[in-house]
């Protein structure tokens, strides 16, 4: 079952809209968070005393209320696409990284769907550097992708592999993790 697929995405545009979508996220935040402390010291609060607990209650009860209107809400709106996709690739890129020992292992054993695991991550990483700017730290890592790239070019397998399959995740198990 195919669980991500890196899509093409112009660095600039994501940023744009990830800048504006976390704004969206921040006023909702600090608008929820502030009214409800606000609405928490009227209804529960003594005038003059000390209402500390209250304002906690209500940045919280804001801060609750922002994930979930985040999760439920703006995470299927088109304005928030860019950074749903950025928190997917992420998200995707982590599950391979937590079984990179493995990986690697299934690599060095020449098995055919831990190469195409690491192509995807190498695929996924060098975007996710793309869409975040960060080009220094991409090329600390070109030297292994092109390494990787042509392994897999040599054995006639394609390079292009842009969606992550679960199977390749359980597949690579089997092998030894070595430190």
Do not use: C
């Not at 402390?37 to 922002?66: C, S």
């Not at 054993?109 to 996710?128: I, N, P, S, W």
């Amino acid at each position: 079952m195919v669980i991500f697929e890196i899509k093409p995405m112009s660095a600039e545009r994501y940023r744009q809209r990830t800048r504006r979508s976390t704004l969206i996220v921040a006023l909702t935040f600090a608008l929820l968070a502030m009214g409800l402390a606000a609405l928490a010291v009227a209804l529960f609060g003594e005038p003059g005393g000390d209402n500390l607990r209250w304002n906690g209650l209500g940045v919280a009860a804001g801060l609750l209320a922002t994930i979930v209107l985040v999760r439920r809400l703006f995470w299927s709106q088109p304005w928030m696409a860019e950074a749903a996709y950025g928190w997917q690739l992420k998200r995707s890129l982590m599950r391979i990284t937590n079984l990179m020992h493995h990986v690697k292992a299934g690599v060095a054993a020449g098995d055919e769907q831990a190469m195409k695991l690491l192509r995807f991550y190498h695929l996924g990483v060098t975007q996710m550097h793309q869409l975040d700017g960060n080009l220094t730290a991409l090329g600390d890592l070109v030297r292994e992708i092109d390494g990787h790239r042509e392994a897999m070019q040599a054995r006639g397998l394609d390079i292009e592999q842009e969606r992550l399959d679960d199977a390749w995740l359980d597949a690579v198990k089997r092998f030894p993790a070595s430190r």
